[in-house]
C-alpha cells in the first residue's frame, strides 16, 4: 500500500493516476483529509493506514506569497514533512521526498550534481531545504526526488499562463537568463512509481530531458500552439519578483542513470502530448 500526499496537487494527481494504472495498492490525502501540520494526527493516521511507502507531494509552493508568509511556507514543508518523515520511521515505511532546484543557489551554468552544495536564495527554497534535512535526519530509507518547472493538466502552470496571455496580447516579455528544465507531471508521475519499492535509496533528479530559459519555453509553446504571439527575451532584472529565482536551474541526471531509471523524454516532446 503506498500513500500519496497533496493528492489533489498538479503532481498528486498524476501520481495516483499512475498508481491506478498500475493496479498498485494506493491511498490519495490532501489537507482537506489530513492537515500534515498535526504532528499527532499524522501519527495517527499512517500508524492506522500502515504503507510500505508515502509518495509525499504535498507542499506549500507559492514561491513569491512565501516572502510574506514564512513561518505558513515553514510549517507546511519542513515541519509538515518532518512529520510524515517520524511517522514513517515509527511504522518502518520508506519515504519518496518532492524537492526542488531552489535548494541550490542557482550560480554558474554547469548542472548541479546531486550531493552539491545547498544555497537556497528565497524562503520557499530554505522551507524546502529543511524539509530535506528532515528526511535525512529520521530516515535510511528516503528518496529525495529535486524536479523544477513543473507542469501538467491539474492546477496552474506556465504554459497555461503563455496560452492565455497570448489570447489578448501581440507579444510577450519573458525571463530569458534564467535556465533550467520543464518536468511534466505524467512523465514524472510513471518515473517516481518506478523509483518507490525500489530499495534504490538516495538523492535524485529528476525533469524533462534538454535546458532552455523560461523564453525559450514560452516561445516553444507559442510554435507548438500555432500560436503568434512574439516572445521577448528580456533579464531577471527588467522582471523583479519578491523571491528571488536560481538563474542556473540545470540539474545532473548521474544517479537517476547510475540506478538504472530511464530518463524522461525531452520536454518539447511532453509539451506536445500536454498541448494535445
Not at 107 to 120: I, R, T
Not at 225 to 251: D, H, M, W
Request: hydrophobic share 35%.
Amino acid at each position: 500500500m503506498i500513500l500519496v500526499t497533496g493528492a489533489a496537487g498538479q503532481l498528486g494527481s498524476d501520481v495516483v493516476l499512475e498508481l491506478k494504472k498500475r493496479n498498485i495498492a494506493h491511498a490519495g490525502i490532501d489537507i482537506a483529509d489530513l492537515d500534515i501540520t498535526d504532528a499527532v494526527a499524522v501519527s495517527a493516521y499512517i500508524k492506522k493506514l500502515n504503507p510500505s511507502s508515502v509518495i509525499h507531494c504535498a507542499a506549500y509552493t507559492a514561491v513569491d506569497q512565501a516572502e510574506d508568509e514564512p513561518e505558513l511556507c515553514f510549517q507546511v514543508n519542513a515541519e509538515g514533512t518532518e512529520n510524515i518523515a517520524k511517522a514513517c520511521r515509527e511504522i518502518d515505511a520508506e519515504m519518496i521526498y518532492i524537492s526542488t532546484d531552489y535548494v541550490f543557489d542557482g550560480l554558474g551554468d554547469l548542472p548541479y550534481e546531486e550531493n552539491a552544495p545547498k544555497g537556497p536564495i528565497s524562503v520557499y527554497g530554505k522551507s524546502k531545504l529543511a524539509g530535506e534535512e528532515a528526511v535525512l535526519k529520521h530516515l535510511e530509507r528516503y528518496y529525495i526526488v529535486r524536479i523544477s518547472w513543473v507542469f501538467g493538466h491539474y492546477g496552474n502552470n506556465f504554459v497555461k499562463t503563455m496560452l492565455r496571455l497570448a489570447e489578448s496580447r501581440d507579444e510577450l516579455n519573458v525571463v530569458g537568463d534564467q535556465v533550467g528544465s520543464p518536468t511534466y507531471t505524467p512523465d514524472l508521475a510513471v518515473l517516481l512509481c518506478g523509483i518507490v519499492c525500489s530499495g534504490k535509496y538516495g538523492e535524485y533528479h529528476a525533469t524533462n530531458e534538454g535546458f532552455c530559459s523560461w523564453a525559450d519555453f514560452a516561445t516553444e509553446i507559442m510554435r507548438q500552439s500555432g500560436n503568434n504571439c512574439k516572445v521577448n527575451s528580456i533579464t531577471t532584472e527588467q522582471y523583479p519578483t519578491k523571491a528571488a529565482r536560481p538563474k542556473n536551474s540545470r540539474l545532473s541526471k548521474a544517479n537517476i542513470d547510475n540506478a538504472g531509471f530511464k530518463r524522461l523524454p525531452t520536454w518539447q516532446d511532453a509539451l506536445e502530448r500536454y498541448l494535445k
